[in-house]
């Protein structure tokens, strides 16, 4: 199981998915109506490292990834 934690704006709970690799994670947040206006903007993260490229990415048991939407200060 790979925990998922959604940051910032998003106001998700954290979820637990059983899944292997970043292109399921996809598919499985665009099962979340909430997702919608996230997915394709977001940066993702594993176990606190941002991931530049991700497909074919190998997720393994006990990863937490984090959903990284875009933010804007000043």
């Given at each position: 199981m790979i925990k998922?934690?959604?940051?910032?704006p998003i106001g998700l709970n954290p979820i637990e998915l059983n899944i292997?690799?970043?292109?399921?994670?996809?598919?499985?947040l665009?099962?979340?109506?909430?997702?919608d206006q996230w997915i394709g903007i977001s940066a993702i993260a594993i176990n606190n490292k941002i991931v530049t490229q991700?497909?074919?990415?190998?997720?393994?048991d006990g990863d937490v990834v984090?959903?990284?939407?875009?933010?804007?200060?000043g």
């Open positions: 998922v934690e959604f940051l910032g292997t690799t970043i292109d399921e994670l996809s598919e499985s665009k099962q979340i109506s909430a997702m991700s497909e074919g990415y190998v997720l393994y984090s959903i990284l939407p875009p933010v804007c200060g």
